[in-house]
């Protein structure tokens, strides 16, 4: 067997001959619950070095060792796309980080604004919810999971040059039109559940590179929002067009 059936993030460099150490729980994973033994093959990565396939050489209940022989899969980056959103109920904003690191978001950045439910989250659960994604789709690239930050302070230190999808729902009905500028900077924001405030209404309109979008004829809710936004960006401005 030459196919690894079984994917695994690991934060260590790969290269040809390169020895990666497992910790407990991914001791734990491969070897009791994946039943893997020694010469078994696992496909690693690491976010930079692309997938490699590897073989255990070591199989410890608390440890172990594999042995990187060969790349299976170059680095693929997605394109230079931010996802910000207020988070929501935690099972539904762990939904949104998976789902945006499938759709291939480079960068997902909780937003707190006027309605936002939550005003902290739990960064390093959300960043391994990215890490699981990637693992299951087959992703090299694990997006970063930035913890919260005021929708205020982001539009203050807005980096020029970026333009900001801003899904406005109160362009409900209209026709969905992106600009026509691929090969640009961009982020998608998603509003919360109680949607904008009038003052955010106006502060985001008196940013230059903001675009207000509508996401068609219907009403959705946050994540549902999230996911059709990164498929319309993708589709008309991203690498699916």
Not at 191 to 205: N, Q, Y
Request: a neutral charge.
């Amino acid at each position: 067997m030459t196919e690894a059936k079984i994917r695994l993030y690991v934060d260590q460099p790969l290269g040809a001959g390169q020895a990666v150490a497992l910790s407990p729980e991914q001791a734990n994973y491969l070897f009791n619950v994946m039943r893997l033994g020694r010469g078994g093959l696992v496909a690693l990565f690491n976010g930079r070095d692309g997938e490699w396939r590897a073989t255990v050489a070591e199989a410890g209940k608390r440890g172990g060792i594999l042995i990187c022989e060969a790349q299976t899969a170059p680095l693929r980056l997605p394109p230079d796309l931010w996802l910000l959103f207020a988070p929501i109920k935690k099972a539904r904003t762990d939904f949104i980080v998976e789902k945006a690191t499938e759709l291939g978001a480079a960068r997902i950045l909780p937003v707190q604004t006027r309605h936002t439910n939550a005003d902290r989250i739990r960064q390093d659960r959300l960043q391994a919810h990215a890490m699981e994604a990637a693992e299951q789709c087959g992703a090299t690239f694990v997006p970063e999971v930035a913890d919260i930050t005021s929708l205020e302070k982001l539009l203050g230190t807005w980096p020029a040059g970026r333009h900001l999808m801003w899904c406005d729902e109160s362009l409900i009905g209209q026709a969905p039109a992106l600009p026509s500028l691929r090969g640009d900077p961009w982020a998608i924001l998603i509003g919360p559940e109680g949607g904008f405030s009038a003052d955010e209404k106006t502060r985001l309109r008196a940013v230059p590179m903001v675009h207000p979008i509508s996401l068609g004829p219907r009403i959705l809710r946050a994540d549902t929002a999230a996911v059709a936004a990164l498929t319309l960006w993708q589709a008309g401005l991203g690498d699916w067009a």
